[in-house]
């Protein structure tokens, strides 16, 4: 790696910047849905809502 141009290192780089991201964006699609699923079918004594730092209430 150490012979391959500043350029390519950095292009490098930024390729696994994007596939980093796409996979974070996929987990996090997919932490959603199962939320909203698991939250459908909480019983409705349970008020407050919270996913990840938001907490809502009812």
């Known amino acids: 790696v150490k012979d391959s141009p500043p350029q390519e ?3 490098t780089m930024v390729e ?3 596939d ?3 996979k974070l964006a996929a987990a996090d699609k997919l932490r ?3 939320f909203l699923r698991s939250e459908q079918s909480l019983p409705k004594t349970n008020k407050r809502a919270c ?3 938001y907490c809502v209430t009812n």
Do not use: I, P, Y
């Open 9 to 11: 290192k950095f292009a």
């Open 16 to 18: 696994d910047l994007k």
């Open 20 to 22: 980093v991201v796409l």
């Open 32 to 34: 959603s849905q199962t």
């Open 51 to 53: 996913f990840w730092k």
